[in-house]
């Protein structure tokens, strides 16, 4: 007999997306500036703190976009066309950390390693996309 499929997820489990954008090198920090720069001109999201040494999971220096479900499918494509060879996690945020970041993620560039451990399996209030903290321009080019 076939193994069956869990019943689906819904999409109401996800409160809002991270991207990781990981810079190590001086080269690469450059790049990761000037993208960072690009996005707050571009998208209404919240830019996290810039992370000149590994934190939490993560085992390079990166920064963090917090962004909500309606940004998503604009967003992502553009990462995709314009991360410069950075490499970039995209995940959801749910009630499981660990599950969101090393199972149900997806990468642009070259993937990294994450340091399982660090991330719990459960966690009562997922991440929400948080206040906007860029003020995109209307005639900005996405
Ligand atoms: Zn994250």
């Keep these: 007999m076939i193994e069956r499929l869990p019943s689906p997820r819904p999409l109401s489990e996800i409160a ?16 990761a500036a000037q993208l960072r720069e690009q996005i ?3 998208f209404a999201v919240r830019l996290g703190r ?16 917090a962004f909500g479900r309606d940004i998503f499918a604009r967003l992502v494509p553009w990462l995709m ?3 410069a060879g950075l490499s970039i996690l995209i ?3 749910t009630t499981n950390p660990r599950r969101d970041h090393l199972r149900d993620g997806l990468w642009i560039g070259r993937p990294r390693a994450l340091l399982a451990d660090r991330l719990p399996d459960h966690t009562d209030e997922p991440d929400q996309a948080g206040e906007v903290n860029t003020q995109p321009e209307d005639t900005a080019i996405i």
């Design 40 to 42: 707050a001109a571009r």
């Design 16 to 31: 809002s997306y991270h991207a990781h954008v990981y810079f190590d090198g001086t080269r690469a920090r450059d790049m």
């Design 50 to 65: 810039w992370h000149e040494t590994a934190v939490g999971p993560h085992v390079a220096p990166m920064y963090q976009i």
């Design 91 to 93: 995940h959801p945020s």
């Design 81 to 83: 066309l314009n991360h």
